[in-house]
C-alpha cells in the first residue's frame, strides 16, 4: 500500500464527515437523510481490525451523544457495536461485492437505530415499531445508497481489500 | 490480496470491544450533573468546529432560500432611495419580514436547529445561539406556531433545547378562554397517539370542548404567559371521578422546525404574550 492511498483513504472519510455536517439536512428529513458519519464509520471497518473499529465507534457514538443528550451513551454503546460486528463481519464473510458492503451498510445503520433506541428506552410501542419499521429502513437504505456510490466512485481510493489496517 | 482469517478479532481487539462496551455502558449511568459537563466539553471542543460548519451551512440554506426576496428587497430599496420619505418607512419594511420577533419586540433570539439523524432527535436538539447570544438555562423556546420546549443546557454558541416531547417536560396551562387550567406533559410513547400531549389535573366537574386552544398559564416564572402550546383533540382519560386527562394536539411538531426563537428577557408575571402569535398558529 503506497502512502498516498493511505491519504486518499482519510481524505474520502474527511469527506463523509464534511457532508454530514453541511448537506445532509438537504437531502430529506432527518429521519431519511443518509448518515454520512456512520458511513464514514462503516467504510472505515471495512479495512480496520474489530477492535480498532469498536474503539472508532465509541469515539463517534460519545461525539454524537454530545448533540443528542437525550440518549446519552446510547450511541456510544450502538456505535461500538456497529462497528466491532461490520468489521468482523467483513473477516467472516469475506465481503468484495459492492452490493454485499452495500447490505452490510443497510443492516449497520438499522442496527444503530435499534441500539439507540432500545438501550436510550425513551420510545416504546408503536411509535418504536413506526422508527424501526418505516424511518430507519428508509434512513438505513438511502445510507446504503451513498455509500454504494461511495465505494463505486473511490473504489481505487478506498482499496477495500486490505489487511493491513 | 484476501481478507483472510488474520481479520478475526484477536483477544486485543475483544479486550478493547468489551472495553468500550464497558464504557458505554457506564456513560449512559452517568447521573445529569456529570453527564452535562461531558457533552458540554465535547461540544465546545471536538464538536465546536463541526457545529460553526453546520450552523454556517444552514444560515447559507436560508440565504439562498430567501435570494429572491433579498433581490425584490433590494430592487425596492433602489427605487425607494429615490424618494426620501420611503427611506423613513424602510426599516419598518424590514423590520416586518421578521414577523414573530417584531411581534415579541424585545427580549429574544433567534437560532438555527442543528438537526442530527438519531431517532431521539426530536426530544433533544442543539440550536446556534449560546451564553454568548444571552441565553440562560431554562430560558423558553418558541417557534411562530408556538411552544417548542426549553433550554436545558447553555453552551458558549450553543444550547441543548429540551422539547415538549420529552418525557420529563411539563408546563402549567390555561385554556385560551381561562376557563380550565392543568399541567401539560407529553402523552407518551406507546399506542396510536404518540406525539400528543395531554392536560393533566382537570377538575371532574370541568368539561374542555374538543377544539379548545391550550396556553401556557405564566405560572411557575419560566413560560411567560399567553404561548400557544396545541388544541384539545379529545378525552384521554379519567382518574375515578374526581380528575380528567385531556389530549392536546401540539401546535408544532419538533421535527419540523428549522428555526426558532428563545426568549430571553424575563417577562413580568403580568405580561402576556398571546398577540404576539398567529391568532391561526395553532391549527384548525
Known sequence: MRKTDRYRYLLVLVGLVVLHFTVRERLGGDRIAPDFLLLALLIYTIRAQPGRSAAAGFVIGLLRDALTPASFGAGALAHTLVGYLSSWAKAVFFAENVFVNGWLFFAGTWLRNLVVLLASGRLAGAQLGWELLVWSPLQSLTTAAVGIGVLWLFSGWLAIRRGDA | ?284
Not at chain 2, 96 to 108: D, H, I, P, Q, T
Not at chain 2, 228 to 238: A, H, Q, T
Open chain 2, 1 to 284: 490480496m484476501a481478507l483472510g482469517a488474520d481479520r478475526y478479532a484477536s483477544r486485543a481487539d475483544t479486550l478493547l470491544f468489551l472495553g468500550c462496551v464497558g464504557l458505554s455502558v457506564a456513560a449512559m449511568s452517568l447521573p445529569d450533573n456529570w453527564r452535562d459537563p461531558i457533552a458540554q466539553g465535547l461540544r465546545q471542543t471536538v464538536l465546536a468546529p463541526f457545529l460553526a460548519l453546520q450552523q454556517q451551512t444552514e444560515l447559507l440554506s436560508a440565504a439562498r432560500a430567501h435570494y429572491d426576496a433579498v433581490v425584490a428587497q433590494r430592487d425596492s430599496a433602489a427605487l425607494a432611495a429615490t424618494f426620501l420619505p420611503e427611506l423613513r418607512n424602510e426599516n419598518g419594511r424590514l423590520r416586518s419580514l421578521l414577523g414573530l420577533g417584531v411581534r415579541l419586540a424585545w427580549g429574544y433570539v433567534p437560532a438555527e436547529v442543528l438537526h442530527q439523524p438519531e431517532p431521539t432527535n426530536p426530544l433533544t436538539f442543539v440550536v446556534s445561539a449560546g451564553r454568548r447570544n444571552g441565553v440562560r438555562p431554562l430560558s423558553p423556546v418558541v417557534s411562530p406556531e408556538g411552544l417548542v420546549g426549553v433550554v436545558a443546557t447553555v453552551d458558549a454558541k450553543t444550547s441543548v433545547v429540551l422539547t415538549w416531547a420529552h418525557p420529563e417536560f411539563r408546563v402549567s396551562a390555561i385554556a385560551a378562554d381561562g376557563s380550565v387550567s392543568g399541567i401539560v406533559a407529553p402523552h407518551g410513547a406507546a399506542g396510536p397517539e404518540v406525539w400528543l400531549l395531554e392536560l393533566q389535573g382537570v377538575p371532574f366537574r370541568q368539561q374542555v370542548p374538543e377544539g379548545t386552544v391550550i396556553l401556557t398559564s405564566g405560572l411557575g416564572g419560566v413560560f411567560p404567559r399567553g404561548i400557544p402550546i396545541g388544541r384539545v383533540v379529545g378525552l384521554g382519560g379519567e382518574a375515578k371521578g374526581w380528575e380528567r386527562t385531556y389530549l392536546i394536539r401540539p401546535a408544532i411538531h419538533p421535527a419540523a422546525l428549522s428555526h426558532v426563537m428563545i426568549l430571553t428577557a424575563a417577562r413580568g408575571s403580568g405580561s402576556d404574550l398571546r398577540g404576539a402569535f398567529q391568532s391561526d398558529s395553532v391549527g384548525p
